[in-house]
């Protein structure tokens, strides 16, 4: 069984922190960090928990950055329920195709990073027409189609899920701000569900230390998250989306020529 070092921990927390909420794919990012690394994502249990667990981190920046907004704002949570049903219902009924079957693979890795990126160089074109400032008065069946977009994101690895639901909220008239604001709040309930099924069903497969090496991750990510959420919001406001989007398409042509030839 492979395991990470302490030092790797703490590499593999900030790399999760820096790209979770960035359109660029966190998980794309881990799986060659993983390669970088010589970790055998694909074939270790506890590798494949570890990349999905250090997302705490992640998810306990956004509390911290809103907290205050998502408690009281009864209109905003109902939103983000209603996006959060598609996506629990998709990560729910494909789970053990994800875990097994798709995590890790490197050929569906480059290709959705390639072509997410694609997309969101086009759904940034269209923000500039954006009809809704704010998730709030966007209809409800768009916002759950944003959630579809999102759950779409689970079952490929290389999508993205921040990069699926700002797509959705570009594609559906959302301004960039607000598309980047919904995906940060649409991750809490989408996160912590995932992150919680998978160690409650993985918890046999942690090694001795391992709860100590996710510990370590956890925090790494939860300091370089708060930082980056921070910048994004103002990036994006003012540049927006296309750096990302050309960003992913060279980061898919790099990673084919290393690991697909």
């Known amino acids: 069984m492979g395991r990470v070092s302490a030092w790797e921990a703490l590499l593999l927390g900030i790399v999760e922190g820096l790209t979770e909420f960035l359109p660029v794919s966190s998980t794309g990012h881990l799986t060659l960090l993983f390669h970088l690394l010589g970790l055998p994502v694909e074939a270790d249990p506890f ?4 990349l999905i667990a250090i997302q705490l981190g992640a998810i306990l ?3 911290l950055l809103y907290g205050k907004r998502f408690a009281g704002d009864r209109g905003l949570w109902a939103r983000i329920g209603v996006a959060f ?5 998709l990560g729910f009924l494909f789970y053990p195709l994800i875990k097994g079957v798709i995590l890790g693979k490197d050929g ?3 290709f959705f990073l390639f072509f997410v990126g694609l997309a969101l160089l086009l759904a940034d074109r269209l923000a500039e027409r954006a009809r809704y400032r704010d998730v709030k008065e966007l209809p ?4 759950a189609w944003i959630g579809v977009f999102q759950g779409m994101a689970a079952l490929f690895p290389g999508t993205s899920r921040s990069g699926a639901t700002i797509l959705g909220g570009l594609l559906l008239g959302l301004r960039r701000k607000a598309a980047a604001e919904f995906s940060f709040l649409l991750a809490l309930p989408t996160m912590l569900a ?3 099924y998978d160690l409650l069903k993985s918890a046999p497969e942690v090694p001795e230390g391992g709860f100590e090496l996710l510990l370590l991750g956890f925090a790494s990510a939860l300091v370089t998250a708060l930082a980056t959420v921070r ?10 989306f296309r750096p990302f989007a050309y960003y992913r398409m060279a980061l898919a042509l790099v990673y084919a020529y290393f690991f697909l030839r």
């Open 85 to 89: 049903l598609p996506t629990a219902l």
């Open 108 to 110: 569906v890795v480059v």
């Open 47 to 50: 590798l494949k928990t570890f």
């Open 61 to 63: 920046a956004v509390l």
């Open 231 to 240: 910048w994004m919001v103002a990036f994006v406001e003012r540049v927006g």
């Open 140 to 143: 409800l069946l768009k916002v």
């Open 194 to 196: 995932a992150v919680g």
